[in-house]
T-cell receptor
């Protein structure tokens, strides 16, 4: 069966510090991978998606970036965090476009 | 911009009642529809998917789809306090030349013992 791992679960970072969140998927090959952010009281915002190694598409211009160094590994990064980067970050995977998404357990990021 | 609209709630029902959650969408050609449940502080969990007009039942959950009216609903029968959560509607929509899931902001459901 397929599983998705995301870490860390919680993170408190000062403004201006770097960020690296990692996500891995097991039990499937060549999945579509996604990074979402959910701010308090708001909906899910798609940040990045990837259909293959090295292929990254950005949905929202911002100071975040994503990379996919391996087929089942997806990384979200920032060089300098802003207060507005606080939120609940979710990694997800799907077999293909417009199919059901399966989410990781999420990372609660607080930028202070 | 394709949109998915849900009443934010909160929707409050007594234990044992039927909870009815509604969702409307703007993309007329959408073909895939999903309901997710999200407990506070947790990630969304897929509970139902529906692709054809009509009803689809899974245990206490029934998803209803009406593509002509562009709405999808979720009924929860015999509601339990453990059903208290935010329910997210997701619709496959075409944006920027590619198809992706668009999420509503969710309806918060509270089931009172």
């Amino acid at each position: 069966s397929q599983t998705i791992h995301q870490w860390p679960a919680t993170l408190v970072q000062p403004v201006g510090s770097p960020l690296s969140l990692e996500c891995t998927v097991e039990g499937t090959s060549n999945p579509n991978l996604y990074w979402y952010r959910q701010a308090a009281g708001r909906g899910l915002q798609l940040l990045f998606y990837s259909v293959g190694i090295g292929q990254i598409s950005s949905e929202v211009p911002q100071n975040l970036s994503a990379s996919r160094p391996q087929d089942r590994q997806f990384i979200l990064s920032s060089k300098k965090l802003l207060l507005s980067d606080s939120g609940f970050y979710l990694c997800a995977w799907s077999v293909r476009w417009s199919e059901k998404l399966f989410f990781g357990s999420g990372t609660q990021l607080s930028v202070l | 911009q394709k949109e998915v609209e849900q009443n934010s709630g909160p929707l409050s029902v007594p234990e044992g009642a039927i909870a009815s959650l509604n969702c409307t969408y703007s993309d007329r050609v959408s073909q895939s529809f999903f309901w997710y449940r999200q407990y506070s502080g947790k990630s969304p969990e897929l509970i139902m998917s529906i692709y054809s007009n009509g009803d689809k039942e899974d245990g206490r959950f029934t998803a209803q789809l009406n593509k002509a009216s562009q709405y999808v609903s979720l009924l929860i029968r015999d509601s339990q306090p453990s059903d208290s959560a935010t329910y997210l509607c997701a619709v496959a929509a075409t944006q920027g030349g590619s198809e992706k899931l668009v999420f509503g902001k969710g309806t918060k459901l509270t089931v009172n013992p």
